[in-house]
């Protein structure tokens, strides 16, 4: 089946650094990638929608300068939460899908501000 | 975005059967119902979706009601690995506002107890 890879898969740096995390589609190549995050025991909330070569969408209240994305291929989108704080401490996710095929998820990638 | 209602949790009993209710009641006639469920800190997984018949997959049987305005998820005989959190969306088709994208709501936290 379709196999979604994020790197790296947690990631801990201090207050102040930019931290990018990587979404590839291993298999398949993804029209439409979309970014998560998701505070502890909570659900995932869509960040936002990314096709290859155009600009990413941002759901309402999605800071854009502050959470980077670069979608430069048809498998690989990049997500960089620029100036981390404590505050974007969360679980990052990202999904991928080929025109109206299901959505295939990464596993994640946990990131802690210290 | 067109919402669903899930329970918040569930019980069931290894081996034995799951019936999770999902209610849609604003449901359009071009939204797909989708499933995903989601392990503890992992990625969502894509279980099975439909349009109006019901479905059936290696993982899962999906009920659609005629009107639409349900739908429920059926696990044949569920095991310890079938707890996680499972959710059920409403995705439009490409063209439309959606986009194709997904909004999870809270889903239903299912346990399985041995």
């Known amino acids: 089946g379709a196999v979604v890879s994020q790197h790296p898969s947690w990631v801990i740096c201090k207050s102040g650094t930019s931290v990018k995390i990587e979404c590839r589609s291993l298999d398949f190549q993804a029209t439409t990638m979309f970014w998560y995050r998701q505070f502890p025991k909570q659900s995932l909330m869509l960040m936002a929608t990314s096709n290859e070569g155009s600009k990413a969408t941002y759901e309402q209240g999605v800071e854009k300068d502050k959470f980077l994305i670069n979608h430069a291929s048809l498998t690989l989108s990049t997500l960089t939460v620029t100036s981390a704080h404590p505050e974007d401490s969360s679980f990052y996710i990202c999904?991928?899908?080929?025109?109206?095929?299901?959505?295939?998820f990464g596993d994640g990638t946990r990131l802690s501000i210290l | 975005d067109a919402k669903t209602t899930q329970p918040n949790s569930m019980e069931s009993n290894e081996e034995e059967p799951v019936h999770l209710p999902c209610n849609h009641s604003?449901?359009?006639?071009?939204?797909?119902i989708h499933w995903y469920r989601q392990l503890p800190s992992q990625g969502p997984e894509y279980v099975i979706h439909?349009?109006?018949s019901n479905v059936n997959n290696r993982m899962a049987s999906l009920a659609i009601a005629e009107d639409r305005k349900s739908s429920t998820l059926i696990l044949h005989r569920a095991t310890l690995r079938d707890a996680a959190v499972y959710y059920c969306?409403?995705?439009?088709?490409?063209?439309?506002?959606?986009?194709?994208?997904?909004?999870f709501g809270q889903g239903t936290t299912l346990q399985v107890k041995p």
């Open positions: 969306i409403l995705r439009g088709i490409h063209g439309s506002s959606n986009t194709g994208k997904l909004i």
């Open positions: 439909g349009l109006t």
């Open positions: 604003t449901i359009s006639g071009t939204d797909y």
């Open positions: 999904s991928a899908n080929r025109g109206m095929e299901p959505q295939h």
